[in-house]
């Protein structure tokens, strides 16, 4: 079984994936949907309608997106990234690459490693740890 092609244009962050999880099993307008979420209708029509998300269209042909169809449908398509410990991600060969020549560095709490793409060459960054001081606690 290989590796499904990684999709990274249309991701959202943690906040925005939490919404999914509150949309109702009812059609959204695209301005109702992107509003729930918290992402721009603009990212609807050019990102999610052309990977396919489920949708129809009423007797106006106006564009009807069910929220938990969606909500389902976000999860197939996005899947979570998962990483060995000696691995990091490149953006350009969208895929985990193996951490070449590691240089460590540390700035105030937080740890981190910079490395090079060995395929594309593409500078990359793996955060080790971002310890709180004792007062952010």
């Known amino acids: 079984m290989g590796n499904p092609e990684i999709v990274l244009k249309g991701r959202l962050d943690g906040k925005q994936r939490n919404k999914l999880k509150s949309l109702f099993n009812m059609m959204y307008s695209p301005k109702e949907l992107s509003d729930e979420i918290g992402i721009k209708i603009d990212q609807i029509y050019t990102v999610y ?24 449908w976000y999860s197939e398509v996005y899947v979570k990234i998962h990483l060995m410990p000696n691995e990091t991600f490149c953006k350009t060969c969208k895929k985990g690459v193996a951490i070449q020549n590691p240089k460590e560095k540390k700035k105030g709490n937080l740890v981190y490693i910079l490395s090079t793409c060995p395929n594309c060459g593409r500078g990359l960054t793996k955060i080790l740890s971002a310890k709180r001081g004792e007062n952010d606690k």
Do not use: A, M, T
């Not at 489920?54 to 564009?63: A, F, G, M, T």
């Open 49 to 72: 309608v052309p990977l396919g998300c489920p949708q129809k269209r009423d007797e106006r042909n106006h564009l009807l997106i069910n929220g938990k169809e969606f909500s389902k």
